[in-house]
């Protein structure tokens, strides 16, 4: 493959606590994601997170690492609770981050009327999926990225660039979410905790696993079987849409929403690097420092290797993947089962 | 690495530790706790409520469990045989090797938990806290614990890894 003549892409990491920020940073990330111990961030769970003593030495080892510190304030504020959220902006600007990633529009507009000079990214969870929406944004809140649902091939990412005065952060690696983003409801129907205002997809407190002697495992949500992995089989994460059920049409338990599988789309990174992708995201906040470490460096190596006009050899994380499996989704092709 | 001889070095240590009297290992077990304990206050911070819950810590290939209660006023490990366990809020079991090399960020809890090496019962919150708390400990819990008991926990540590060495490594890309 020849060098690539394009801007070399970004490479966003995730980091769900501090260590997992210096691993990150450590194995290469351009720029590491993350938010604070509260409703404010979509993946608020237990242990998770970052105090604002914390944030505020994340933004500083990053940045004397040359890396950028992107803060996630990405989920939706109830009616007349938005304090919590103007109090991460405040706090995350005044720390110096790099960008904030924003979902609800009021706090978008807060962050353009309070601090006109803060860079803004639009969230996933924002759902903006067509250039005409993302013009919206840009034009109402000054926005400088989106970062695009899973739901689009590279060919329409392509399209979508060539029509949208900014820049694109797509998804290469993790949990695949192709529900509409931001708009599930899931959770918040069978707990009563709500993904996009809590920040919980499929709350730890309301999870059981239930094993038996033959080691059968049973997943459970709430008062819901999600679904049952017999001895041996490997299972998936205890989410709704990743559940097994008993439909009228199928004589077996069938994966009715989706897989557990997780997105890798190591063989489509040339393909979106010449789409003009801005930055590529890896997914996994909730996941551990041996999971950053693996698959950040593997990624720092792949684009490294691509913009050098190299063909690198990506293989081995498998293991880390959700049951497994891994599939290139919406990005390959509509036809993702 | 062939089947057998894997089963064999994973049943090793229910084989060396089989007739090792229990309280012999209470004041050990007690001095590496509050060492962590006293070390590690960041571990108890992170735990939030969760501190004050009850954790049995279950490696699958030795002749007994540990409960762990992270309560930094009053921290606890004790070991019991498995039919002689008192209640507690959550189990998490794997091998001794798997829950030493999780425990020292070398491999993913949910990566484990999808391979079924993992097993987690009782409260899942209260284990998915613990697990995100331990995996924001830089350096090695291992390494702290067999400072505690100088040479011959240093020497007995390095047996262990030697064996896990053998076994299996992290995932291929990690660089460390």
Redesign the interface.
């Given at each position: 493959m020849e060098a690539m003549s394009m801007i070399r892409p970004e490479l966003v990491c995730p980091a769900?606590?501090?260590?997992?920020l210096?691993?990150a940073v450590d194995?290469g990330a351009d720029a590491v994601y993350c938010g604070f111990q509260n409703a404010t961030n979509a993946r608020n769970?237990?242990?998770?997170n970052f105090t604002t003593a914390e944030m505020r030495g994340g933004v500083d080892y990053a940045h004397d690492k040359g890396a950028k510190l992107l803060l996630a304030i990405n989920t939706f504020p109830p009616g007349g609770k938005t304090d919590l959220w103007k109090s991460a902006i405040d706090d995350g600007v005044c720390f110096g981050v790099d960008a904030l990633i924003v979902a609800d529009i009021g706090v978008a507009e807060y962050v353009s009327q309070n601090h006109p000079d803060q860079r803004l990214h639009l969230s996933v969870q924002a759902g903006a999926s067509s250039a005409e929406a993302i013009q919206y944004y840009c034009e109402s809140f000054n926005i400088k990225r989106v970062v695009l649902p899973r739901i689009l091939t590279v060919k329409e990412i392509k399209a979508i660039h060539d029509e949208i005065p900014c820049e694109i952060e797509a998804f290469i690696f993790g949990n695949i979410g192709m529900m509409a983003e931001g708009r599930c409801s899931l959770t918040n129907y069978i707990t009563g905790v709500s993904t996009n205002m809590d920040g919980v997809c499929s709350?730890?407190?309301h999870?059981?696993?239930?094993?038996d002697k033959a080691?059968n495992?049973m997943t459970k949500l709430g008062d819901f079987t999600v679904d049952c992995?017999s001895?041996?089989?490997?299972?998936?994460?205890p989410t709704v849409c990743k559940g097994r059920y008993l439909v009228d049409h199928r004589e077996e338990p069938y994966y009715a929403f989706e897989e557990?599988v997780s997105l890798n789309l190591t063989s489509l990174l040339p393909d979106l690097m010449q789409a003009g992708v801005t930055a590529l995201k890896i997914e996994g906040r909730?996941?551990?420092?041996?999971?950053v470490?693996?698959?950040v460096?593997?990624f720092r190596?792949a684009v490294d290797g691509y913009m050098a006009g190299e063909n690198p050899e990506l293989?081995?994380?498998l293991?880390?993947?959700?049951?497994?499996r891994e599939t290139a989704g919406a990005f390959g092709g509509k036809k993702w089962r | 690495m062939d089947p057998s001889h894997k089963s064999r070095l994973q049943n090793l240590p229910r084989i060396l530790f089989a007739p090792l009297p229990l309280p012999l290992l209470e004041p050990i077990l007690s001095k590496v706790v509050c060492t962590i304990s006293r070390n590690r206050p960041e571990l108890t911070n992170r735990l939030g409520v969760h501190k004050y819950k009850s954790f049995v810590i279950d490696p699958t290939n030795i002749p007994f469990a540990l409960l762990l209660q992270p309560n930094p006023d009053e921290p606890s490990l004790r070991a019991y045989r498995r039919n002689q366990l008192p209640p507690h809020d959550a189990r998490i079991a794997g091998t001794l090797l798997t829950l030493l090399d999780m425990v020292d960020g070398k491999l993913d809890g949910d990566a484990l938990f999808f391979t079924r090496d993992l097993i987690v019962e009782g409260d899942t919150e209260a284990v998915v806290c613990l697990r995100n708390a331990l995996d924001d400990i830089e350096g090695s819990i291992a390494n702290d614990i067999a400072d505690i008991f100088k040479t011959p926990g240093r020497a007995a540590l390095a047996a262990v890894r030697r064996i896990k060495g053998e076994q299996h490594g992290s995932y291929e890309h990690d660089p460390a």
């Open positions: 769900g606590t501090p260590a997992s210096r691993t194995a769970f237990s242990g998770l709350p730890a407190s999870v059981k696993y239930e094993e080691r495992l992995f001895c041996g089989e490997n299972a998936g994460y557990p909730q996941r551990s420092r041996a999971y470490r693996s698959v460096s593997a190596k293989s081995g994380l293991a880390l993947t959700e049951g497994h | -």
